[in-house]
């Protein structure tokens, strides 16, 4: 059973903080991906990786680094965080290109 | 640029009743579809895919490339229905997918 793990459920920071969401997956996956999920917005890609130290922006990239160092982790940064960053963040991994993707349990983050 | 459109936010239906979730996409090419669901506390996850023209937990998606539409359909809604649901796409060779906004049913 694919499992994808989130470092944290909730999480609450203040303006200007460098804030780092982690996500590890256990399945060997090629793909790992973060989006966040906004109401009325739907799902929007930040960042992806299709191997280890290896990545691409998504639709909105801006405000947003990440880092893959290790197959099985992906870090999305928050360089210096911002109040319109308030969202619900979504990891994903899949095992191939064309394969299903599976998602972690999200974290949700407030930045006052 | 590809893009998902699911029309309604949110949508009521009465258990027993059939129950249509609307996706339209814009692409030029020939894309992959999917749903994706997302029960309360629970996390998203794979629906149905057009590929595999199967029909799961009563759910079937037909992909209709002249309407460019993959609309989502239920013959008689079930309470353990309600969910978000959201379309993708994925287009080409791409690794990523394109996701609507998604549509709240309540039955």
């Known amino acids: 059973d694919v499992k994808v793990t989130q470092s944290s459920r909730y999480l609450v920071k203040r303006t200007g903080e460098k804030v780092f969401l982690e996500c590890v997956q256990d399945?060997?996956?090629?793909?790992m991906f973060w989006y966040r999920q906004d109401p009325g917005l739907g799902l929007r890609l930040i960042y992806f990786?299709?191997?280890?130290?290896?990545?691409e922006k998504g639709d909105i990239p801006e405000g947003y680094s990440v880092s893959r160092e290790k197959k099985e982790r992906f870090s999305l940064i928050l360089e210096s965080a911002s109040t319109n960053q308030t969202s619900m963040y979504l990891c994903?991994?899949?095992?191939?290109?064309?394969?299903?993707?599976?998602f972690g349990p999200g974290t949700r983050l407030l930045v006052l | 640029a590809q893009r998902v459109t699911q029309p309604e936010k949110l949508l009521s239906v009465f258990k027993g009743a059939p129950v249509e979730l609307k996706c339209n996409y814009s692409?030029?090419?020939?894309?992959?579809l999917f749903w994706y669901v997302q029960y309360s506390r629970q996390r998203l996850q794979l629906l149905l895919r057009?590929?595999s023209r199967e029909s799961i937990k009563g759910f079937t998606a037909d992909l209709n490339k002249g309407e460019t539409s993959f609309h989502l359909k239920k013959p008689f809604a079930q309470e353990e229905d309600s969910a978000m649901y959201y379309c993708?796409?994925?287009?080409?060779?791409?690794?990523?997918?394109?996701f609507g906004s998604g549509t709240q049913l309540t039955v």
């Open positions: 990786s299709y191997d280890v130290k290896m990545k």
């Open positions: 993708a796409l994925r287009s080409g060779s791409a690794r990523q997918l394109t």
């Open positions: 399945m060997d996956h090629e793909n």
């Open positions: 057009h590929i």
């Open positions: 994903a991994s899949s095992y191939r290109d064309r394969e299903t993707q599976y």
């Open positions: 692409y030029s090419g020939s894309p992959e």
